[in-house]
């Protein structure tokens, strides 16, 4: 069993700052691709960054020069600082991981944390 679990949401004003972090935890021999997704109302569900296991990260275009995700691996934790937020960057943000299972066959797992609201707004 493997979990992902975020905090760092919230109400912010337009040009506020947050910070978001996703702890996994259970049986997990690797943390491979991990990212952040986001979903705001009437809208699918789009990636927001993503960083590999090596620390190679991609962002969507919409959020490249304001947001930055980092990872820790010796506390298999993924952040996403968020600056310069906009009224449109409020969604509900999710957590994801391309996780190895510490148990044989070592089966690969795609992880998904409950999600937190962050909502920017004066």
């Known amino acids: 069993q493997v979990q992902l679990v975020e905090s760092g949401g919230g109400l912010v004003q337009p040009g506020g700052s947050l910070r978001l972090s996703c702890a996994a935890s259970?049986?997990?021999?690797?943390?491979?691709?991990m990212g952040w997704y986001r979903q705001a109302p009437g809208k699918e569900r789009e990636l927001v960054a993503h960083?590999?296991?090596?620390?190679?990260?991609n962002y969507a275009d919409s959020v490249k020069g304001r947001f930055t995700i980092s990872r820790d691996n010796a506390k298999n934790t993924v952040y996403l600082q968020m600056n310069s937020l906009k009224p449109e960057d409020t969604a509900v943000y999710y957590c994801?991981?391309?996780?190895?299972?510490?148990?044989?066959?070592?089966?690969?797992?795609?992880?998904w944390g409950q999600g937190t609201l962050v909502t920017v707004s004066s």
């Open positions: 994801n991981a391309d996780v190895t299972i510490g148990t044989f066959p070592y089966n690969a797992l795609d992880a």
């Open positions: 259970g049986t997990i021999l690797r943390l491979n691709g």
């Open positions: 960083i590999t296991n090596g620390g190679m990260t």
